[in-house]
């Protein structure tokens, strides 16, 4: 059979114009199936809560299910990867953590680029709030720093993990406070929490939600919060920076991020849902009583904050020689 050279570009033509019109069609339809959030955390974590109640308005608003899938493990890494090698459909996304922002500076070559993902939309932010054993005697953050530098070994901090958004933001305190001190790294908050009562560290950085018990039962007391101003969470709690530590300023944070080829249109619509599930008043009680704040902002404001994370924790991890486990 003989096929002119006018036939296979015309023959390439519909393809082409067939393709377009396929992606056209997927746009306008999407969703037409089940979408995927992928956690990169366990079930029952702030992160998972999070996501499953904007999992639920996203349902409402497109009449679609979504749902929560958890890849916990390798300090996000793994939840991350998936979402990079995962088709560019607008099916599948990823509800990134502060850990994406540091992973490359704490573990080297990754098996994904940051340009294998593309931000949609920020979405909550965690405080972390400076908290210590009430019965240590110690009811502020100048009589810590003086407890620090009266102790030959400084200060010891419980941390949930190497790496973590706590453990960086105490290294960071350590430093600007001009104090010696150690962070002992725990599986979880829960263990931080055990030698904080113990008397076996001097204290830790965590959201509050979990040391809202021993806060209330009078055997933890707050000295401060590492957010940029004072959180709607526990507002009797002063800023770092009032206190005299303006570049100590840390938060957990969850932003959604999918497939750097899914189309714009999908990307879009998506934005604008986040950006107006988390304007709705019953969801922002439902995140407060998380320990959470809604922080809606667009893929541009993601895109620039995950920038400037990179680069100041980066920094942070180099000048330390901190590594990831």
């Not at 986040?274 to 969801?283: G, M, N």
Request: net charge neutral; hydrophobic share 45%.
């Amino acid at each position: 059979m003989n096929v002119t050279r006018r036939t296979l570009l015309g023959t390439m033509a519909a393809g082409f114009a067939a393709s377009c019109g396929f992606e056209a069609a997927a746009e306008g339809d999407w969703p037409s199936r089940l979408v995927r959030l992928i956690s990169p955390y366990g079930a029952g974590g702030s992160n998972d809560i999070s996501l499953r109640i904007l999992a639920e308005q996203f349902g409402r608003s497109f009449n679609q299910q979504f749902i929560v899938e958890n890849r916990p493990g390798a300090g996000t890494r793994i939840a991350n990867e998936m979402v990079a090698r995962a088709a560019p459909d607008g099916y599948t996304f990823l509800y990134a953590a502060a850990p994406y922002a540091t992973a490359e500076a704490l573990f080297g070559k990754l098996k994904y680029e940051r340009k294998d993902l593309q931000p949609v939309a920020m979405a909550v932010m965690a405080p972390l709030f400076l908290i210590a054993n009430a019965k240590a005697g110690v009811t502020s953050l100048q009589e810590l720093i003086a407890r620090g530098k009266s102790q030959p070994d400084g200060l010891t901090f419980a941390s949930p993990g190497a790496g973590s958004q706590p453990h960086l933001a105490a290294e960071l305190w350590l430093r600007d406070a001009g104090v010696k001190g150690l962070n002992v790294q725990y599986r979880g908050d829960a263990m931080a929490y055990t030698e904080l009562l113990a008397g076996r560290v001097d204290a830790t950085l965590t959201a509050i939600s979990t040391a809202l018990p021993h806060i209330q039962s009078g055997d933890f007391r707050v000295l401060g919060v590492a957010s940029a101003e004072r959180s709607a969470i526990y507002p009797d709690a002063p800023t770092l920076r009032e206190q005299g530590f303006p570049n100590v300023v840390a938060s957990g944070w969850f932003g959604f991020m999918a497939p750097s080829a899914t189309a714009q249109p999908i990307v879009g619509r998506m934005e604008e849902e986040i950006i107006r599930a988390l304007s709705d008043s019953e969801v922002k009680q439902k995140l407060l009583a998380q320990g959470l704040e809604a922080r809606p902002g667009t893929a541009a404001d993601l895109g620039k904050f995950v920038d400037d994370e990179t680069r100041k924790w980066g920094d942070l991890i180099r000048a330390a020689g901190l590594k990831g486990e």
